[in-house]
């Protein structure tokens, strides 16, 4: 393994997050605020509490949730795109390292990112409402776990993609519905049994579910599952990066 | 026997488009030469390139690198080459020490601020190491791009047509690193548009026509076997045409004007017929004021092999 090449194709993508600090952090900050304010505030008036926890504190896991997904499958796209683009991957195909050593620098710096940006927003939301993390081993261990399938999930987008509008289909048609209808706001148990029953196929559920049994203790399916289906969601993605290996799709002509 | 340093056998590529750029190349690169690679748009030059440094997988045929197959033992093959792409490609909010020092680690080499250093110097990029390579000039991002290139001591650069888009001075510096190289041990292919360049840098060249590989001789051999020379005389009175019997034929012609004549011939034949033309011009009463002899170019000598590989295709 070249070990110095995965440290500079990571600390070249850290840098590059640095330079848009503002766009990297703040903006997730600001939105997850004025959720806050959205949902805590106005509905959260409405709807004491959810599973017998506080709205407000209910949505955090959620929240933190969302922000992961996108932000994971949106730098790691982008993180690979771009050298596609501008043609500056001829640097990485022309080096001495394999496909693997760029899937864990480029892979690990978006987990990074992403990790980095779920605590801030697990930070801000403390300043809104109490937080009480059960399980703090195992509220990380999701947190990890999930940045880095979807950090995978990502980079597999950006090398499929082969334009902007194709970088922003998955995130924006796919993962924000599934988010948002995957109980980021809600626990699945409030909806009708039809519902239920749809719900389930969302994959996401089992991500949300399992998070915030970590925080509460609460969840919409057994934890065991909820771990299950998130190492299944990474065993495809790691499946799906190795075929790329296999076939050099779409890196070189 | 020479040492080489890159053999290239069998190489083809068609692309996924079924356009076939390369033709079963066999290529040996001596270790220490400069090697100038020429050929005409679209004849296969950077698509080659790509083969030898990972950038393109071939259909078919090998290549060795120092002895390392380059798809077997990349890590080892590709350790030793530097490329410089041909289109300007680099990042564009790094600055320029980040962007050099990020290619070294690529390479997997432990840093060495004053390797860098001195690389920067040496193409006059040292004053420029902190800024963004955005705001640098052309020239300038060639410049990064070779001081990337060279980033971890390869022993084999890659040039893809270096000069393109650089102005004259900035082209001088570049050769004078370049040479320098050269004489450190470094093996250079290059690739260039100026051929008056590869005539004046190369040590052989190699020459390159719809994908196959039509020459390679040592500069000083090929201009020598196929050079032709050009005798000008320079008349003292103008001639309307140019007199029947005059000894010359086909290699004597006329200016527009008729005030010059050209004979052209072949330094390497058993005579040249300089002597006899000029007989013959002596008996025609024609007089002449001043002569010159000139060594056709490279160039020339270029245009008219691919010339000669298009008709010969036609066929
Ligand atoms: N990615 C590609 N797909 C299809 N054809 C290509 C591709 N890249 C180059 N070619 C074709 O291959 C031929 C050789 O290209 P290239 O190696 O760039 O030539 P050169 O560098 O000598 O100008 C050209 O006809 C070009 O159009
Ligand atoms: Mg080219």
Same mark, same amino acid.
């Given at each position: 393994?070249?070990w ?7 600390r =070249?993508?850290?840098a590059?997050?640095?330079r ?11 939105s997850?605020?004025l959720y ?7 509905i959260?008036?409405?709807i ?8 407000g504190s209910?949505? +955090?896991?959620g929240l ?12 790691a796209?982008f993180g690979?795109?771009?050298p ?10 022309s080096?001495p390292i394999?496909?693997i050593e760029i899937v864990i620098g480029?892979?690990?710096a978006?987990?990074?990112?992403s990790?980095?940006?779920?605590l ?6 403390w300043? =809104? +409402?109490?937080v009480r993390i059960?399980h703090?081993?195992w509220?990380?261990?999701?947190l990890v776990?999930t940045?880095v399938?979807f ?5 597999i987008?950006?090398?499929w993609?082969?334009?902007?509008e ?5 995130p924006l048609?796919i ?6 209808l995957g109980g980021?706001f ?5 909806l009708?049994?039809f519902?239920q029953?749809?719900?389930?196929f969302n994959p996401?559920?089992?991500l ?12 919409d ?10 190492l299944?969601f990474l065993?495809?993605c790691?499946?799906?990066i190795?075929?790329? =290996? ?7 002509n | 026997?020479q040492?080489?340093?890159i ?9 996924a ?7 079963n190349?066999n290529?040996?690169i001596?270790r220490?030469?400069i090697f ?5 748009n679209g004849?296969?030059k950077t698509t %080659?390139i790509?083969?030898v ?18 798809v077997? *033992?990349?890590?080892?093959?590709r &350790?030793?080459i530097?490329?410089?792409p041909q289109e300007?490609?680099?990042?564009a ?5 980040a962007?050099?020092c990020f290619?070294?680690g690529?390479?997997?080499k432990?840093?060495?601020? @004053? ?7 040496s193409?006059? !990029?040292?004053?420029k190491r902190? *800024?963004?390579?955005?705001? %640098? ?13 060279l980033?971890?001591?390869?022993q ?6 270096p ?6 001075? %900035?082209?001088k510096?570049?050769w004078q ?5 050269? @004489?450190?041990g470094v093996?250079i292919?290059?690739t ?7 005539e004046d840098?190369a040590d ?7 994908? &196959?590989i ?5 500069k000083? &051999?090929?201009?020598h076997?196929l050079?032709?020379?050009q !005798? ?9 045409a140019?007199?029947?019997?005059l000894?010359g034929g086909?290699q004597?012609s !006329?200016?527009?004007d008729?005030?010059?004549l ?5 330094t ?9 033309l000029?007989a013959?011009?002596?008996? @025609?009463?024609?007089?002449f ?8 170019? !490279?160039e &020339?000598?270029?245009?008219?092999l691919?010339?000669q590989?298009r008709n010969g295709a036609?066929?």
């Open positions: 393994m070249n110095r090449a995965v440290k500079a194709i990571y =070249f993508e850290m590059r997050t640095g848009t600090l503002f766009q990297s952090i703040l903006a997730p900050v600001i997850t605020s806050f304010v959205v949902f805590g505030a106005a959260g008036s409405r004491t509490e959810m599973d017998g926890v506080d709205y209910f949505i +955090v896991p933190i949730m969302l922000t992961l997904l996108m932000q994971s499958v949106m730098n796209s690979i795109y771009f596609k683009f501008t043609g500056t991957i001829y640097e990485l195909l080096a394999s496909f480029y892979v690990g978006a987990a990074t990112k990790i980095i940006l779920g801030i927003i697990l930070a801000t939301s300043l =809104f +409402v109490p059960a703090p081993v509220m990380i261990s999701f776990l940045a399938t950090s995978l999930l990502g980079f987008i950006g090398i993609a082969d334009g902007f194709k970088l922003q289909i998955v048609l993962i924000t519905p599934l988010t948002f980021a809600y626990s699945v148990s409030v009708p049994p519902w029953v749809v719900t389930f996401i559920v089992y949300i579910s399992g998070f915030r049994w970590s925080f509460y203790e609460v969840a399916v057994n934890v065991a599952i909820s771990l299950g289906m998130t299944a065993g495809a790691i499946a799906m190795w075929w790329i =290996f296999r076939t050099g799709y779409r890196l070189k | 026997m040492d080489i340093i053999a290239i056998s069998g190489l083809s590529k068609t692309y488009t079924g356009f076939t750029a390369l033709k190349v290529l040996g001596r220490g030469e100038a690679l020429l050929g005409p004849a296969g %080659l790509g083969v440094c990972g950038t393109v997988n071939p259909s078919s045929g090998t290549v060795t690198v120092g002895g390392h197959d380059n077997t *033992d990349f890590r080892a093959a &350790e030793m530097g490329l410089v300007l490609t680099t990042d909010f790094e600055s320029v020490w962007t050099v290619s070294r690529l390479f997997g432990p840093k060495n601020p @004053a390797y860098i250093e001195k690389i920067l110097r193409l006059s !990029l040292w004053e902190n *800024d963004k390579i955005m705001t %640098l000039s052309g020239g300038m991002k060639r410049r990064v791009l070779i001081a990337k290139a980033s971890h001591e390869p084999i650069l890659f040039l893809d047509e000069t393109a888009g650089v102005d004259v001075e %900035l082209r510096g570049m690193v370049v040479r320098a190289l050269r @004489a450190s093996t292919i290059l260039t548009h100026y051929i008056e360049e590869a840098m052989r060249i190699g020459v390159i026509s719809n994908g &196959e039509i020459l390679v001789e040592e000083k &051999e090929l201009m076997k050079g032709k020379k !005798l000008t005389l320079q008349l003292q009175e103008k001639l309307a140019l007199p029947a019997g000894f086909a004597l !006329l200016s527009p008729g005030d010059e050209t004979y052209t011939y072949d390497q034949a058993d005579r040249t017929g300089i002597t006899r000029l013959s011009l002596t008996e @025609a009463g024609i007089r004021k001043d002569l010159s002899t000139k060594q056709s170019s !490279l &020339e000598i270029f245009v008219g691919v010339h590989d036609a066929k």
